[in-house]
């Protein structure tokens, strides 16, 4: 029992998504913007210690969230409780110092500190901010979901810069190659911060009840709920047309697979998600709103594998 718990504690399905994130972002796009000539040294090996750090790092995360968010989960979901039901408390804390460390451990064993201290610096605020996301800034106004949705754009950030450590100037007025991979973290990321921020108001209306039994300051218990749907909806109707506007961007090209691709997968179904939002009033109702969400979440990263065939 001990073994399913932890890893249903660590979230693994969302350990998967951020390691496929990163692989399809490595493949799919930077390794075919610049083909094999023009890979470093150690470039694989930096990347697989960069993914097993964002993975670990984030599961620390989970872990720290479950324990302070005990009392609460207990009221919104005591069915999935993991926390002192199959997992001691002190071993979770002793498995989210762990993972931290190992963490932190990767990115240094990754990235030199002479070259990428920034990067360094950056994971080891990840794992502060997590921190404290956990004991106080996700019972905040926005700001936890914020928080979260910028850690989101950082799965994909981290990459970028690993390559282009602090020269976003120096890429914007050279290769064409370097402004068209700038240009691919900066959409990828993007379409990840506004999803992720959609999805984490939405769960925050499913766990109204538990949140407002604690104390907690979420955008539904401070503005309402219909306040928190429209919120929700601007961001699907701000996501929508610019995914359609970068699908008439690139149709001239010829991209039409990946064009419908994404008006069925992606655009479809935050349609549907944008018509039930309005609709739904129960917990129930919005984790499935929040599933889907989820799915689009993945069907959006997915798209990467269509620059296999058209980089």
Same mark, same amino acid.
Request: with cysteine; proline share 3%.
């Given at each position: ?6 890893? !249903? ?21 930077? !390794?075919?913007? +610049? ?5 470093? /040294?150690? /470039? ?10 964002? @993975? ?6 989970? *872990?720290?969230?479950? +324990? ?7 009221? $919104?979901?005591?069915?999935? @409780?993991?926390?002192? =039901? ?33 990067? @360094?610096?950056?994971?080891? %605020? ?9 004991? $106080? ?17 950082? @799965? ?21 190659? /370097? =402004? !068209? ?17 959609? !999805? /984490?108001? *939405? ?6 009840? %538990? ?20 919120? =929700? ?27 419908? +691709? ?47 065939? +058209?980089?």
């Amino acid at each position: 029992m001990i073994v399913p718990a932890f890893f !249903r504690l660590i979230r693994w399905p969302n350990l998967v998504f951020i390691a496929l994130t990163q692989v399809l972002f490595e493949f799919c796009i930077y !390794r075919k913007v +610049y083909p094999s000539g023009g890979m470093m /040294e150690g /470039e694989t090996k930096q990347f697989i210690f960069l993914v097993i750090a964002s @993975v670990v790092i984030a599961a620390a995360g989970y *872990i720290i969230n479950d +324990y302070f968010d005990l009392n609460i989960d207990q009221v $919104n979901k005591p069915d999935k @409780v993991i926390v002192n =039901v199959h997992i001691n408390r002190r071993w979770v804390i002793f498995w989210h110092m762990f993972l931290s460390l190992l963490g932190l451990f990767f990115t240094v064993s990754a990235l030199p500190i002479a070259q990428h201290w920034h990067l @360094v610096l950056a994971n080891f %605020g990840s794992i502060i901010l997590l921190w404290f996301y956990s004991t $106080n800034l996700k019972k905040q106004l926005l700001i936890g979901n914020v928080l979260i949705s910028l850690l989101t754009a950082w @799965v994909i950030f981290i990459i970028f810069f690993s390559k282009y450590p602090l020269q976003i100037n120096t890429i914007l007025a050279v290769d064409h190659n /370097e =402004v !068209r991979f700038f240009r691919f973290a900066v959409l990828y990321a993007s379409f990840a911060f506004i999803i992720s921020l959609i !999805r /984490e108001v *939405i769960k925050d209306m499913e766990d109204m009840d %538990g949140d407002r039994r604690y104390g907690c300051k979420t955008m539904p218990i401070v503005w309402g709920l219909n306040a928190s749907k429209v919120f =929700v909806a601007v961001w699907i109707v701000v996501l929508v047309a610019t995914i359609v506007v970068v699908q008439f961007y690139v149709l001239p090209f010829g991209w039409w697979h990946s064009a419908l +691709y994404c008006m069925l997968f992606v655009v479809a179904p935050l349609v549907w998600i944008f018509r039930k939002l309005f609709r739904a009033q129960s917990p129930e109702d919005f984790h499935q709103l929040s599933s889907v969400v989820k799915l689009v979440m993945l069907t959006g990263i997915l798209s990467m594998v269509f620059f296999m065939f +058209y980089l």
